[in-house]
């Protein structure tokens, strides 16, 4: 597991990956993203066949330019 200092947005472009928390694990498919606070201990896991972008932001960018509402919005959880 790891983190980081900037938030982290990771979309399946194809397969699935499991994401794992200290407190959640999250199965997360093709067409979907997860959202990953700083600071969250994290680690992802490809399931099967699978391809995946992961982005990081810094948070003061994130303030400024206002994608984290989209991305909340878009979220299903």
């Not at 979309?11 to 994401?19: D, W």
């Not at 199965?27 to 391809?51: M, P, R, S, W, Y």
């Amino acid at each position: 597991m790891h983190w980081h200092e900037d938030i982290q947005i990771t979309y399946v472009i194809h397969g699935t990956i499991q994401v794992q928390t200290l407190d959640h694990s999250l199965e997360v498919q093709v067409g979907q993203a997860i959202f990953i606070n700083k600071k969250i201990l994290h680690q992802i896991t490809e399931i099967k066949d699978t391809h995946y972008r992961s982005f990081l932001f810094p948070i003061c960018l994130c303030n400024s330019i206002k994608i984290l509402p989209f991305f909340i919005k878009s979220a299903h959880f």
